[in-house]
């Protein structure tokens, strides 16, 4: 099956081989499991688990969701912008130039049409209303962060690729001209051509692969996109790692900083953040506006779909974490540093106990933003 996607070979191969990271047969992570992350007395959960229907995985109505185009048409006042369009795909508009991160926009983060995991959420916008963007960055090759169709897709573009090493062999399989792709190793940057924009590759702790025997073939990695007067920081999949500390020290201070909250279970605490360790992630990487992502689309841990925001937005400090709590598809500028919101609520199950909030206010679905629409080209 093609959406699995194809093994590194030649030179990105030997590239890979020559990491430090390489162990003889496959990536490894820097560090072994920092002690507390993983709770040992909890099994990690069967397949049975995940396949058992629970109406708490699932909001009981569509998320309020904004159309961005209008906003689109304008120019972010402080030079930095983002629209969080579901999971972990994000339009962000820095300095003059825009940069889609890990996008998805198929129904299913899944190898197969017809199984596996799918989203209860409809993208805001279909990729035919996307404006055009100067890249397209992907962390890693899970499928919900690289997605077949999407980058099917994207194949009828021009937009260029930076991504981690050996990534590139899923995409040139998929369409994309080797010419469009540039693959990055851990500290390793980027200087988009045409723009003012740098991509640099960055640690993070994670795993990697699309099927049984390719397990840690392909390299993961966070990304800090930096402009002429902006830094941000995307997490990616990552656990709680002391290398946020050398990362902060190398690529910061960042005026955003976008980690990953959702999809975490007690038995993975080395490669998922979780809300908690998300807030310490962010302490460590020094602070900066926070825009949890990696929610609010798939059910892919058993927690109810909302704790992960729940728990972040009843535990963070404001003293020290600035949580930025945009609907879906609405575009927020972190300088503006607007009041955190529970606008998700309203979509609880009625017979689920939800904390008090008032509902959110003046949320417009998008119109036609159907997630079959995936032709358009972003140039």
């Known amino acids: 099956m093609r959406s699995f996607g194809k093994a590194a070979q030649g030179l990105r191969l030997e590239r890979l081989r020559d990491l430090p990271l390489w162990d003889g047969e496959r990536l490894r992570n820097i560090h072994p499991v920092l002690p507390g992350l993983r709770d040992p007395a909890t099994p990690r959960p069967a397949l049975r688990e995940f396949l058992r229907e629970d109406p708490d995985r699932r909001p009981a109505a569509p998320l309020p969701a904004h159309d961005p185009r209008e906003a689109w048409q304008r120019r972010p006042a402080s030079g930095l912008r983002a629209t969080w369009l579901g999971h972990s795909t994000v339009l962000l508009e820095i300095d003059g130039w825009r940069v889609l991160t890990d996008p998805v926009w198929g129904e299913r983060a899944s190898p ?37 169709p999407t980058i099917r897709a994207l ?32 500290w390793e940057s980027h200087r988009i051509p045409g723009t003012g924009l740098t991509v640099t590759a960055a640690p993070s702790q994670h795993f990697s692969g699309r099927g049984l025997k390719d397990r840690n073939q392909t390299l993961w990695s966070s990304l800090v996109l930096a402009g002429e007067r902006h830094r941000v920081f995307f997490s990616g999949d990552t656990g ?11 690529l910061g201070p960042f005026d955003l900083v976008m980690l990953e909250v959702g999809a975490f279970h007690p038995s993975w605490g080395d490669i998922h953040l979780g809300p908690e360790n998300a807030l310490q992630a962010h302490r460590l990487l020094g602070g900066g506006v926070l825009l949890p ?11 109810a779909w909302d704790q992960p925001v729940e728990t972040l937005l009843a535990q963070a400090d404001p003293a020290h974490a600035h949580l930025l709590l945009p609907r879906l598809g609405e575009p927020v500028e972190p300088a503006e540093r607007r009041p955190a919101m529970p606008w998700w609520r309203p979509s609880v199950r ?11 206010t003046g949320a417009d679905v998008a119109d036609d933003a159907a997630n079959d629409d995936l032709a358009w080209p972003l140039d």
């Open 350 to 360: 009625r017979d689920r106990a939800a904390p008090s909030a008032a509902p959110a």
């Open 240 to 250: 709680l790692t002391t290398e946020y500390e050398v990362i902060r020290d190398r």
């Open 155 to 186: 194949a009828k573009s021009s937009v260029p690729f930076v991504t981690s090493l050996g990534v590139g062999a899923h995409l040139e399989a998929w369409g994309i001209a080797p010419e469009r792709i540039t693959e990055l190793t851990w």
């Open 293 to 303: 992502v990696h929610w609010g689309t798939f059910s892919l841990s058993t927690h």
């Open 112 to 148: 197969f049409t017809l199984m596996g995991p799918k989203r209860f959420q409809p993208a805001p916008v279909t990729l035919r209303q996307l404006p055009a963007v100067d890249a397209v960055v992907i962390s890693h090759d899970h499928y919900d962060h690289l997605d077949y």
